[in-house]
């Protein structure tokens, strides 16, 4: 939308809103879910994902009351399912940071209106992973261990070991998008309390709004602060992924073992991410008639960076091959031919389909502006992303340097209790989050409505 | 009470005056003509970020930036030289060949702990330190404005800072700039916090506090460890003595040895009677270190009847009634080998049998080692001259 006639017509930003849109009825439109009764198919909907998240919590205490037996993995495959689906959710919630911070540090204003869910689906989505590391343990009470304190065995971690730097990561990555997202809700929390009409309501808002008054020496120190954070999560981001990536690549597995993994993981991650962001966001849009808000524009725009990141896995699968074949290593060979070719070659195929082959449809504008196909391709990514880490993980492993102990693995009913019930937890807790906080953030969102701002800056 | 209206008036406690405004160019004019009035602190409320407001405002930079590298520099500085110290100093070790020191490996953890501080800092240190967040007393929250100012207004105020300030000219000074609705603040009354009400509510919080943490920590230390699935690990199949155990079909932990089998070390005793025993020759040789170890088996074993010395002056006490053997005796210091052994492995009057506390080497071992004990006790003038050798 800015008037700059330099920048061709279809380089220019659309409106990103649809219709007359005032912080006024921004505030009705936004503000008034968490204060009026979820329709009955937002509690089918509840009652579905918290009953698949209970039957994974229980299957979650079974094996921590019996012990990880009750799981598939076995010498050589010890990593299966659970570290498949930690790097997976991980790799999930990155898109939420990418969206809130890398965007923001471009000044792409279009991010204000999915900022809030992609952030909020971050903190649910390392939630989700967090749990998987902590009951593999298998003595997850024990879990304080994987932190350096004083103990009486006189004993430090491992500072050298790639698992002790995902605990600093994970954690650190987890308390920084807590924060993120809370510092961004702080104002529209003080919007609702000044609008609710409930004295209940209002004494949690409060409270939880800190006393904000919008005051315009806050705001101030209040930018620069979110710009900092957008800047540190940025590094961040970048780093949590490449650290999960050397939990492999410092190993000495071969098809682990690789130099590309730090990039290739993080590309995988925003590529996931965003597949999951918009299956997410199509939903909410349709069911709570926030279409003059998140425009085809924005989901348009999600569709191009899921083609561009599947170009780039494109590129990593070619490079990790080429690098396999020119290293003249015969156990990389070996490895590389079992990905598409052995016992479980149908998953690196699968993982092929669905993150290269498929996502090229969005090359037609139709296609990224069409629900049946950026839905199809999303899944798609979301199935192909969770097996490209089997195939990583599982195929790598079934069969490295000892023939003698190679082992074909095969996942139990818990293991598969436990993944589905992961995603039971991680939509219960957006559902809720769609009818207890905002949904968009609503501050964000007025600073870039037309006429937001004084003139002389242009308006955005 | 100083209401709204009383604090208007001339000598009124006003807190503040605020004029709200439609748009956020409409605020931006009036806050660059507001400023240089002197009027009292100016000050703008807004439902989001206005551009330009700041330097109108007269804000100073936000220190923050600075505050972030400085604390950003000590996370990193303070991550490194703990782990250095950690693995390098306070317990070297070395993992996968690389040496203690080997830094490079201490750049991830090194650069999240840097991360990390430096969030902190930036969205704490904007809360606490530079908004000083969060304050639920602030006079503009119990206003009329509110409301409008978080949607869509955009509110200047003109606030009672030092100085002095005149809510009257104040406002005229509002409605002229343009604003559309001008509100005054009262100040808040003063509220101490001491009063007995509040003491008493903060004895109780602390109280209840203590038992919780207190519940909590028993909780934690002494009954969370020892619930199943923690103790699991403890409850395992395995063997104890004189318990029973499901890993045998007769039930019982103990078995007796399979029959036709002998465990090693533990050969038959072929004499049949005592008197047999008398031919069997102490098959060890007399060694020093044989010697040390039946003065060992002796002393753990024997002395605590026969005596140190073998006179048969136990070290128990006078209520112990059965008269041990003096080892001395010219009866037993004639006795052969064999019947020593003999009377070791079968017992001989009150004294059991000590063949399950003594293997066959120590028997034989203490035998000599009586030898030695009878010997020293009744030396010769000949073993005198012969200074001790044999």
Known sequence: MRADAAVPEALRTPPLTDGAVTPASLDEQVLRFPETKPPRKWFLALAFTASLMTVGLALIGYTIYTGIGVWGNNRPVFWAFDIINFVFWVGIGHAGTLISAILFLFRKTWRNAIARFAEAMTIFAVMCAGLFPLIHVGRPWLAFWLFPYPNQRALWTNFRSPLLWDVFAVSTYFSVSLMFWYLGLIPDLASMRDRTQSPFRRKIYTVLSLGWRGAASHWSHYEKAYLLLAGLATGLVLSVHSVVSFDFAVSLVPGWHMTIFPPYFVAGAIFAGFAMVVIVLVVVRETMNLKNLITDFHLEVMNKVILGMSCLMAYSYLMEGFTAWYSMNPYLHHVFRQYVGGTYGWAGLLTICCNVLIPQILWFRRARRSYFWMIFVSVAVTVGMWFERFVIIVISLHQDYLPSSWHVYKPTLVDFGILFGSFGLFFTLVLVFARVLPVIATTEVKMVLPGAQPGRHGAP | ?390
């Open chain 2, 1 to 390: 009470m100083v209401t709204a209206e009383t604090a208007a008036e001339p000598g009124g406690k006003a807190f503040a005056v605020l004029g709200l405004f439609e748009t956020a160019e409409d605020i931006l004019a009036a806050a660059q003509g507001l400023r240089d009035k002197g009027l009292g602190r100016l000050e703008a409320y807004t439902p989001y970020p206005v551009h330009g407001l700041d330097a109108a405002l007269g804000h100073r930079r936000s220190p923050l930036a600075g505050m972030v590298l400085v604390m950003g520099f000590i996370g990193a500085v303070s991550a490194f030289l703990f782990q250095m110290w950690a693995t390098g100093i306070d317990y070297p070790i070395v993992v996968g060949g690389k040496a203690p020191m080997a830094w490079q490996a201490f750049i991830p953890i090194l650069f999240e702990v840097m991360v990390l501080f430096a969030t902190f800092t930036a969205g704490l240190g904007m809360l606490l330190l530079m908004n000083r967040l969060p304050f639920y007393g602030h006079p503009i929250l119990s206003s009329a404005s509110i409301g409008k100012i978080t949607r869509d207004r955009f509110a200047l105020s003109l606030e009672a800072y030092g100085g002095a300030f005149d809510a009257r000219e104040a406002r005229a000074a509002l409605e002229e700039a343009g604003a559309t609705e001008v509100e005054v603040l009262p100040a808040p009354e003063p509220s101490g916090p001491w009063s007995a009400n509040y003491l008493l509510k903060g004895f109780f919080a602390v109280g209840a506090a203590c038992l919780v943490a207190g519940y909590a920590t028993y909780w934690a230390v002494k009954l969370f460890p020892v619930l199943p699935p923690m103790v699991h690990m403890e409850d395992q199949p395995k063997l104890d003595p004189q318990e029973p155990s499901a890993l045998f079909r007769d039930g019982r932990g103990m078995q007796s040895p399979p029959s036709g089998t002998v465990a090693r070390g533990f050969l038959p005793y072929s004499p049949a009677a005592p008197e047999e025993a008398a031919g069997l020759a102490n098959p060890l040789p007399r060694t020093e270190p044989v010697l040390d170890r039946g003065q060992k088996a002796y002393r753990t074993h024997c002395a605590v009847c026969h005596g140190v010395l073998g006179d048969g002056v136990p070290t128990l006490t006078a209520s112990y009634g059965a008269k041990p053997a003096n080892l001395q005796a010219r009866a037993i210091r004639e006795l052969s080998d064999g019947k020593i052994y003999d009377a070791i492995v079968r017992g001989k009057n009150a004294m059991p049998s000590y063949a399950p506390h003594l293997s066959v080497e120590d028997r034989w071992s203490v035998v000599h080692y009586v030898r030695v004990l009878q010997r020293a006790q009744n030396a010769t003038d000949e073993d005198l001259e012969r200074g001790g050798r044999p």
